[in-house]
């Protein structure tokens, strides 16, 4: 059994997978950071001056240690811009690899070799060329 997740854990499929959700898990960090201290405080600006992330809808205030019951959108829209963000960066890797690709896959293939029965000619051809003639 050991044998068998040994070779099942270094297989470069899943070794690859771990390695994409490490640097998913970094990128989409600093995409957080980015939309909650670069994007949306310009936003917050725009839509009075208030920090987006604290928006709510409350639907039922405080009432003394119960906390208040509330609809927090401005997260929310900060989660769909995270999304956004990363969908496009994830689209444009994808369109790149595409894209070189198919330069790959358009490249002219080489010329075949000779057959063998050109070969051989070939062969005799060199064969009788550097024979003396008499």
Known sequence: MWSEFKAFALRGNVVDLAVGVIIGGAFGKIVSSFVND??????????????????????????????????????????????????FVIFLAVRAMNRMMRQEAEKPAPPPGPTPDQALLGEIRDLLKARPIP
């Not at 039922?60 to 609809?71: H, L, M, N, Q, S």
């Open 38 to 87: 670069v994007v949306m405080p310009p936003i917050g600006l725009l839509t009075g001056g208030a920090d987006f992330a604290d928006q709510v809808f409350v639907l039922k205030d405080a009432v003394g240690e119960t906390p208040a019951v509330a609809i927090k959108y401005g997260s929310f829209v900060n989660s769909i811009v995270d999304f956004v963000i990363v969908a």
